[in-house]
């Protein structure tokens, strides 16, 4: 079955540690982007990218960082510079139906810094 | 600057009857608007589109109607399920393949046995 995979699911991290979350996909989707879901705010960019090597800051792109190296992963770290981790990370690719660029996501990982 | 906003955290409604959930936008450049549904601890999930082009998509249970001179679009559902309890954010973009989308909030709808 294709779809997106995203590891790990529940991840605790110390303060001040670095933490890089897995997104894998094999739905042969070119472009691939990372949001943040916390509780009120609907979903914000962190990170997409619409080809291999290459990739766009999204709306809150401070203290994250992403590679994407192959068309099918599109790994991001939680680097210390980003003051409230704590979240749900929802990974997702896209592609066009009829006029609509349409996101499949991942069933995402829950980041707590203790 | 919220461009997609879901003014209503939450809506409850009885089995059988409609649900209609609400999204303004503020950005007139959006050429496509979605619906998503979400389950908690799962990734949401896509169950309609509209094009600005159109007011009214229509796919089963499920009703999108846009209103361009508004921004407004809003989400029917007819007859509710129980099932159909869950998170749904509606989502706006514009361009081409791998552009972005902008969330809403999220409505949380409740549909009571």
């Known amino acids: 079955d294709g779809g997106i995979t995203q590891s790990p699911k529940y991840l605790f991290r110390k303060e001040g540690q670095n933490v890089t979350l897995s997104c894998e996909q094999n739905l042969n989707h070119d472009a691939m982007y990372w949001y943040r879901q916390d509780p009120g705010q609907g979903l914000r960019l962190i990170y997409y990218?619409?080809?291999?090597?290459?990739?766009q800051k999204g709306d809150i792109a401070e203290g994250y960082s992403v590679s994407r190296e192959k068309k099918e992963s599109f790994p991001l770290t939680v680097t210390s510079a980003q003051k409230n981790p704590t979240a749900f990370y929802l990974c997702?690719?896209?592609?066009?139906?009829?006029?609509?660029?349409?996101?499949?996501f991942g069933a995402g990982s829950r980041l707590t810094v203790l | 600057d919220q461009q997609v906003k879901q003014n209503s955290p939450s809506l409850s409604v009885q089995e059988g009857r409609i649900s209609i959930l609400n999204c303004d936008y503020t950005?007139?450049?959006?050429?496509?608007f979605l619906w998503y549904k979400k389950y908690p601890a799962e990734g949401p999930t896509f169950l309609i589109s509209?094009?600005?082009?159109?007011d009214k998509n229509e796919d089963g249970r499920f009703t999108v109607f846009l209103n361009k001179s508004a921004k407004h679009l809003s989400l029917h559902i007819v007859p509710s399920q129980p099932g159909d309890s869950a998170v749904y954010f509606c989502a706006a973009g514009w361009g081409t393949s791998g552009s972005r989308l902008t969330f809403g909030e999220g409505t949380q709808l409740t549909v009571n046995p």
């Open positions: 509209i094009s600005s082009i159109k």
């Open positions: 990218s619409q080809i291999v090597n290459d990739f």
């Open positions: 997702a690719s896209s592609t066009l139906q009829g006029a609509a660029n349409v996101l499949t």
């Open positions: 950005n007139s450049m959006f050429d496509y």
